[in-house]
């Protein structure tokens, strides 16, 4: 038995801004307390920096991000396959931070990210390791896009 997947048409794909966003709109309605302890819901503020950050490192061949809060009201998207991985995360306050492994497991960035001429140079470096991704997910698996449909 052997399954076919349709490649669907472009207009009717998913984009990483909007996957992005619905992800973001689950955690920031979880309720206080949604850990059974006491933690918050990711903040606005750090809800806005997320997708402003996203929207920066990704174009719309890019694979999906996953976000994930934490127990102070932060969120991290967090791009991985196989040994390269690319983060940001975003506390509570709206303080970010950039991580990007390499495909061979070596470490490119790690910084805080403020919004000024340095911030650039990372988000490209954090682009250019997406884009990497994209790509070789792409290779490997063209209809990749239809798992989020």
Not at 54 to 59: E, G, Q
Not at 80 to 106: D, F
């Amino acid at each position: 038995m052997s399954a076919v997947i349709e490649q669907a048409d472009s207009a009717d794909q998913p984009d990483p801004w909007t996957h992005a966003e619905r992800q973001l709109a689950d955690l920031t309605s979880l309720p206080h307390g949604w850990d059974g302890g006491d933690a918050p819901p990711v903040s606005p503020k750090a809800g806005k920096r997320v997708m402003r950050l996203v929207r920066a490192v990704t174009d719309y061949q890019s694979v999906f991000p996953t976000l994930v809060t934490d127990y102070e009201g932060g969120v991290t998207a967090e791009w991985r396959s196989g040994k390269q991985r690319v983060a940001i995360e975003v506390e509570s306050t709206g303080e970010a931070y950039l991580y990007a492994i390499s495909p061979e497991g070596k470490s490119i960035l790690e910084d805080a990210v403020s919004f000024n001429q340095d911030a650039y140079r990372k988000i490209r470096i954090a682009r250019k390791e997406i884009s990497r991704m994209s790509a070789r997910v792409s290779r490997i698996n063209p209809n990749w896009r239809c798992l989020f449909q």
